[in-house]
């Protein structure tokens, strides 16, 4: 199953409400245990984040904070709040679709590659970066149309 797909479907929800087109899956044990895409304008929370909200869902689903051998797909690069959510459920490998490359912003593999970090997440980017930069692209276009 193709997985970074589903996210792209929740991205794409996020899209339809007006909100920065993001979205996340968490697979454990080749099952889907949790999907969200962001929801901060609906929920008018800074930290409804469609990683925040998955790992929430799962952490209900299999009622423990940590989720251990958990992938997480996410169609764009996790903020430094995400990745520090994603470091605290220990979720072993994230992969993402389209990279956020801001001049002077830390880079995930510099956060995830901290020595004094006691969980290390494998980090994998760009997959289906394409699609994925299309989508927040598009998004960022009609929003600048529309100022």
Excluded: W
Excluded at 59 to 73: H, Q, S, T
Excluded at 76 to 100: D, Q
């Amino acid at each position: 199953m193709d997985y970074m797909k589903l996210a792209l479907d929740e991205a794409k929800k996020a899209y339809t409400h007006d909100e920065v087109p993001v979205g996340a899956v968490i697979v454990l044990g080749g099952k889907v245990i949790a999907r969200a895409h962001n929801r901060r304008q609906k929920c008018k929370d800074a930290t409804a984040h469609a990683e925040i909200l998955a790992i929430r869902k799962a952490c209900k689903k299999v009622k423990d904070f940590r989720l251990i051998n958990a992938e997480m797909y996410v169609t764009l690069e996790p903020c430094l709040m995400c990745m520090g959510a994603i470091l605290n459920a220990r979720i072993k490998t994230l992969y993402f679709g389209a990279s956020v490359n801001k001049e002077g912003a830390l880079t995930m593999s510099e956060v995830v590659s901290r020595a004094e970090l006691n969980h290390k997440t494998e980090v994998v980017g760009s997959v289906l970066a394409e699609e994925c930069s299309k989508l927040v692209s598009q998004y960022f276009k009609e929003k600048r149309k529309q100022a």
